[in-house]
């Protein structure tokens, strides 16, 4: 290379902007950061997210700002919404995740393991669940969940399959509240056929209330109009389970005290707990036996505008359930040593929203443990979830969250104080009507998955 070649290779380098001033434009090359085409999903399915989402966030605080200034001496007039009576078909909404067809699809669903992450099912289950509950309600009202009422397992999936979702209002009286009933199954290979009960992966019930959009006060929506007779043994099983909440509320720890049984059973742990501690006490802690206070894992994290919901500025509870789910599922396995399986979620509520842009808290503990009957142990873990904003000067209960596992090994949890002794019988009370609701199922006809003995691998974790 001769010195006129290698000055115009260093003035090329340090004289970028040479070539414009000659007059000359240079050559741009575009380069991206992903070849790949973009999915237009955060973990729940673009079908439903654009049902979610419709504006975009800067849009949003934008509008929103204009709206302060154009209406602060405006008076709202209340909502009226449409009360004519629906049929349960009206609100029905179904869609299928091609995930055996779609890979890139099934990348944001699938774990470390390859398998389908139950967490990100649970958002699409929420986010469906408001798609169903504005079919009914109409676009006049905010539709918010109250409560997740029980999410079960009912068919283990053992191979990747497209899954069909499904829904409609089951329960609505003309008052603001209204039971959504979901499922997920395997999706039918051809689109006239309908999901066979052994297809069936999931179900659960979710409340969802409606609120006037300016004053934030509930407001009544239309009743159903029952047609035959599956959709009134529909709407019976929608009434038994508005009737059992209020009855759970009832038989809460802080509303009635340990009886007889439960107290002599709270005095054993008390008096072995004193026992393990004392060091002239022959008596030794099994190695299978954890302390309360030694079973509970927190997270913190800032609440972002991508996990918010249709009305913008409140985080979406899909977000929230996947959250606390996965939180749960670490501390289960946290306790056990071993990978959990999920069983259930009994009814949980939300008890106030989640702003964007606040930090949310969140706090994991093992409760109670008692042995499964086809082997190994059930593990009941509640999570607590509180908000406070950035400056940390308020701070508020978002909600509460009651999952249950299942570990093929033998473990169990020992209360040490008063609070934890009293969680470990709110705790063994829910079991006990856990068992009992699969009992009543299981003489009605209705299966549900015994993970004990299941005998082939999973996809679903």
């Not at 019976?236 to 509320?249: F, H, P, T, V």
Request: aromatic residues 8%; positive net charge.
């Amino acid at each position: 290379m001769n010195t006129k070649s290698s000055l115009r290779i260093l003035q090329a380098v340090l004289l970028p902007g040479r070539q414009q001033l000659c007059g000359q434009r240079p050559k741009i090359q575009r380069r991206y950061f992903r070849s790949s085409l973009i999915q237009q999903t955060d973990g729940v399915y673009k079908a439903l997210t654009e049902m979610r989402v419709r504006t975009p966030w800067i849009e949003a605080l934008r509008q929103s700002k204009e709206d302060k200034t154009q209406n602060a001496n405006v008076p709202s007039e209340p909502v009226k919404p449409d009360l004519t009576p629906k049929r349960m078909s009206d609100s029905h909404f179904k869609c299928v995740l091609p995930l055996a067809q779609d890979p890139w699809l099934l990348d944001t669903y699938a774990n470390s393991s390859g398998q389908i992450r139950l967490g990100t099912l649970l958002m699409d289950l929420d986010a469906l669940s408001g798609v169903v509950a504005y079919k009914h309600t109409g676009e006049g009202v905010t539709t918010v969940t109250a409560a997740a009422d029980r999410i079960t397992i009912k068919n283990q999936l053992h191979e990747i399959c497209d899954l069909e979702l499904s829904g409609q209002v089951t329960f609505a009286t003309g008052r603001s509240s209204m039971e959504v009933s979901l499922q997920i199954a395997k999706a039918p290979s051809n689109e006239a056929e309908r999901v066979k009960e052994e297809d069936v992966f999931m179900t659960c019930a979710f409340t969802m209330v409606s609120l006037d959009p300016i004053t934030k006060k509930p407001v009544n929506v239309a009743p159903l109009r029952l047609e035959n007779d599956a959709e009134r043994q529909l709407y019976a099983r929608g009434e038994e389970n508005y009737k059992s909440k209020k009855a759970l509320k009832h038989s809460a720890i802080t509303q009635r005290a340990p009886n007889a049984e439960e107290s002599a059973l709270l005095h054993k742990m008390w008096t072995d707990s004193l026992a393990f501690r004392d060091s002239f006490n022959p008596a030794q802690k099994p190695n299978n036996v954890s302390y309360m206070s030694k079973a509970t894992v927190y997270s913190a994290q800032i609440m972002q505008p991508q996990y918010r919901n249709r009305h913008n500025f409140m985080i979406f509870g899909g977000y929230l359930l996947k959250q606390t789910f996965e939180l749960a599922f670490t501390c289960a396995a946290a306790f056990s040593h071993t990978k959990p399986k999920f069983l259930s979620l009994d009814p949980s509520t939300f008890e106030n929203p989640v702003p964007v842009g606040s930090v949310l808290y969140l706090s994991a503990g093992v409760t109670f443990t008692e042995p499964d009957l086809n082997g190994g142990t059930r593990i009941q873990v509640i999570v607590t979830t509180k908000v406070r904003n950035v400056e940390h000067k308020e701070r508020k209960s978002t909600g509460t969250f009651f999952y249950t596992f299942h570990v093929d090994n033998n473990v169990r949890i020992m209360p040490q104080t008063y609070g934890e002794f009293m969680r470990w019988v709110d705790g063994r009370r829910r079991a006990q009507r856990v068992t009992a609701s699969l009992k009543a199922n299981e003489e009605a006809g209705n299966t549900h998955d015994t993970v004990g003995t299941a005998s082939t691998e999973r996809v679903t974790e």
